[in-house]
């Protein structure tokens, strides 16, 4: 994990679960990125305690307002982390808020919710990246280093093998269907970034984090976030332009689309 060293990270979605879990292992790194933007929509709620916990302890992390579906606060939190970063340029974006959806069945399912999850799981990661690329563009440019890297310029997406069209993972469990379509559109857009922005040398990853034991994936997820994130982290370390484009799961595994 010490190989991986952005100056600067940003996570949506911060305030728990996996999201929360990257903040605190980044901060502890022995060699922790100098800016890590902790972002959530509700800094002062309840759901934020632990991250206000964490950042009283480590200068590194600022904790930022940002609701990804919303694009005033998005370009509220542009301004902020650009002061921050005072001239230079943002490394390394993690796309990692989500929404799930509750289960029903494919004749059955509300438009509506068709639509609030696919607004959020992949409209707000969109402009999210739209909003915070000339930031991105800046490190990539800025950098000294060769080839692409997590820790010159990235986008993260964080989705879901339960997108994968060929596995239909864990079908039986729950049919999901907005989650899975969204997670599969967010492949797409993932693999359309890593297209658009191959020339900026800015690297395009959509990750499968485990069946992780937080909010969303209930109890009986298989994996702590301690151990998928300490995985990807590690897996963040070792890509490079050969994995941009790609689905992978947090030990690095290709996945099927
Ligand atoms: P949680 O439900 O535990 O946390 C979701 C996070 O997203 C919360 O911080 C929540 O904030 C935030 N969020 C939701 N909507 C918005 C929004 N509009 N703006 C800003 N933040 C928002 O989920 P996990 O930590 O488990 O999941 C993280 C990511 O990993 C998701 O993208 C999920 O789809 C993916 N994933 C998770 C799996 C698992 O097994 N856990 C499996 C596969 C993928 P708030 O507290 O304000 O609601």
Redesign the pocket.
């Known amino acids: 994990m010490e190989r991986l060293n952005p100056r600067s990270v940003l996570v ?9 879990e990257m903040i605190k292992q980044l901060a502890e790194k022995s060699n922790p990125p100098q800016w890590i933007f902790a ?4 800094p002062e ?1 309840p ?2 305690q632990d991250l206000r916990t964490l950042a009283a302890q480590h200068q590194e992390i600022v904790i930022i307002p ?5 694009p005033s606060s998005i370009k509220s939190a542009v301004t902020m982390v650009t002061e921050r970063l005072n001239g230079t340029g943002l490394n390394l974006l993690i796309n ?5 959806s509750h289960d029903s069945k494919v004749e059955s399912q509300a438009p509506e919710a068709m639509a609030e999850v696919y607004k ?2 992949v409209i ?1 990661p969109m402009m999210i990246s739209q909003a915070f690329l000339p930031l991105l563009r800046k490190a990539s440019r800025d950098s000294p280093k060769k080839g692409m890297s997590c820790s010159k310029a990235s986008i993260v997406n ?5 997108g994968s069209i060929t596995e239909v993972y864990l079908w039986n469990y729950g049919q999901v269907v907005p ?1 899975r379509c969204s ?1 599969a559109a967010l492949n797409m857009l993932t693999r359309c970034q890593s297209l658009s922005f191959r020339d900026d040398e800015i690297l395009c990853v959509t990750l ?11 109890n009986m ?1 298989q994996m702590t ?1 301690s151990s998928s994130v300490a995985a990807i982290l590690n897996l963040l370390a070792d890509l490079s332009e050969k994995e941009t484009g790609t689905f992978l799961n947090w030990e690095g595994k290709v996945l099927p689309w």
């Not at 949506?12 to 929360?20: D, K, Q, W, Y």
């Not at 990692?96 to 799930?100: F, R, T, V, Y």
């Not at 964080?158 to 339960?162: H, I, L, T, V």
């Not at 499968?208 to 937080?214: A, D, F, I, S, Y």
């Open positions: 949506t979605g911060s305030n728990r679960g996996i999201g929360l972002t959530c929509r509700d709620g759901r934020t940002l609701n990804i579906t919303d990692n808020a989500g929404i799930a959020t799981n707000g964080m989705s879901s093998y339960a989650y997670k499968h984090p485990g069946w992780v034991l937080t909010d969303m994936g209930g997820a976030a």
